[in-house]
């Protein structure tokens, strides 16, 4: 027997039904986007590994582990799939001078590529929508990132997700904050784990990201960046306070709120929810003023989020949001091949006026007994069987025969009055 393929582990085929669920998400993104006057960027999935390297920080989980990199098979370059979005749309606009006259919001969506270990809502190809506000710098922009999530889980309706905020300040209170850290964890070097060991000196940040219990009090103790914020970190942080406020979105001050990534600055925020147990992080995102600068561009003050796709379907899920699966408006069926000649145009007809229209295609084990045309009308959930009997057509009619309630009564149609039929009912 021939080897048989599979997909490669944690990357899913997304196949019809569970396909229109995404349809129908990446349409309420269409919407929110536009309502918030995003526009659409498109980068490439493959860019140049120091890119992630430089922009995500060296020590960070994804550049140290979760990066699927490889070298261009002509000249060697380290390239890599992107593991997030961020840093190609910062260096496609840097490239192009997309700013040159003035800033812009943008947004997109697409597949990640992040080594993991695959388990429910963590995949190593995921899907993930991201905003990127770029060239504003104030808290404004902030809170408008922050309310463009919150208008897409209200037009998916989603309920349950809460808001949790904090500040990272700027590079040189996180400086100071970072010696203190130091000391802090050195003199309780014996209470460390191997990994943040390792980080103490590298990252020390991102021990307090940790997720061992044994560390808990440890890092529960620890210096807090708050007491290191100057006047206008401070302020910033009350603005965006101020505005979540005055559109009644409420939020959690987390000061142990930290991002996987080190381009983050000032506010940092994440959507989350207690229904998908550890993948409780939906929405992640925050401001990054120096990511511009740190792969070569012109400094400029930015903020964004990105939110993976496969949590949001699953919380649908969880929460029983039904999606309509775009079932046919029309199914016709076909008892005899003599008719196609007849089937095709009147068909076109239909669509041309905006019918969903499926054919029964019999193929060459002939078209299949009535019965079982029916039986395939009624499970393909169309509303209506047209029926193309070689009797009715003889008098150049169809029999239409609704499959649902509230679909009226059976009748016969002339073909020529077919596509009037199908404009009253797309217009209804
Ligand atoms: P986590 O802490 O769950 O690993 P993260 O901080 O690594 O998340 P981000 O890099 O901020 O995640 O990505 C934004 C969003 O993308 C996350 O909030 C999550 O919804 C989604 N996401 C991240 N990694 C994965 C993955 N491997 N599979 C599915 N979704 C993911
Ligand atoms: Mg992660």
Not at 10 to 36: C, F, K, T
Not at 102 to 117: A, D, K, N, S, V
Not at 255 to 275: I, K, S
Request: aromatic share 8%; with cysteine.
């Amino acid at each position: 027997m021939a080897d048989t393929f599979k997909a490669v582990k944690g990357m899913n085929d997304i196949l019809p039904p569970e396909s229109s669920r995404w349809e129908h998400l990446e349409a309420a993104v269409r919407r929110v986007m536009q309502r918030y006057a995003y526009q659409n960027i498109r980068t490439p999935i493959v860019e140049h590994t120091p890119l992630f390297v430089r922009g995500l920080g060296e020590v960070t989980d994804i550049v140290e582990k979760e990066m699927y990199s490889f070298e261009d098979r002509l000249n060697g370059d380290p390239l890599t799939l992107r593991p997030e979005g961020t840093a190609g749309v910062v260096r496609a606009v840097a490239e192009s001078n997309l700013l040159y006259d003035g800033p812009r919001r943008l947004f997109y969506t697409g597949p990640m590529f992040r080594h993991e270990r695959p388990q429910r809502g963590r995949y190593r190809q995921f899907h993930q929508v991201g905003v990127e506000a770029l060239g504003f710098a104030g808290a404004d922009v902030d809170v408008e990132v922050i309310l463009m999530a919150r208008a897409l889980w209200q037009e998916l309706g989603l309920e349950g997700l809460s808001l949790e905020l904090n500040t990272l300040g700027q590079p040189q209170e996180r400086k100071a904050h970072r010696e203190a850290l130091i000391a802090y964890f050195e003199a309780h070097a014996e209470a460390l784990d191997e990994d943040a060991r390792r980080r103490l000196h590298s990252n020390p940040l991102r021990i307090l990201d940790t997720k061992n219990p044994a560390m808990q009090t440890l890092v529960d103790a620890a210096p807090r960046l708050v007491d290191f914020l100057g006047e206008g970190s401070r302020r910033h942080l009350e603005q965006v306070c101020a505005m979540l406020d005055a559109v009644g979105q409420p939020y959690r001050l987390n000061p142990r709120l930290v991002r996987g990534m080190d381009y983050y600055n000032l506010t940092v925020f994440e959507w989350v929810t207690d229904r998908l147990g550890s993948q409780a992080t939906v929405c992640g995102g925050g401001r990054y003023d120096g990511l511009f600068e740190q792969i070569g561009g012109k400094a400029t003050p930015a903020v964004g989020w990105g939110l993976g796709i496969e949590r949001i379907l699953a919380l649908m899920e969880e929460m029983g949001v039904q999606v309509d699966a775009g079932a046919p408006d029309v199914y016709a069926v076909v008892p005899d091949a003599q008719a196609w000649p007849q089937v095709m145009p009147a068909l076109e007809a239909l669509r041309a006026a905006g019918l969903k229209v499926q054919m029964h295609a019999g193929g060459s084990a002939g078209q299949g007994s009535f019965k079982s045309q029916f039986k395939k009308a009624d499970a393909s959930g169309a509303r209506y069987a047209l029926v193309f009997g070689s009797d009715e057509l003889a008098r150049a009619e169809v029999a239409l025969k609704p499959l649902r309630d509230g679909a009226g009564e059976q009748r016969l149609l002339p073909l020529a009055g077919l596509a009037a039929w199908a404009s009253e009912l797309s217009a209804a």
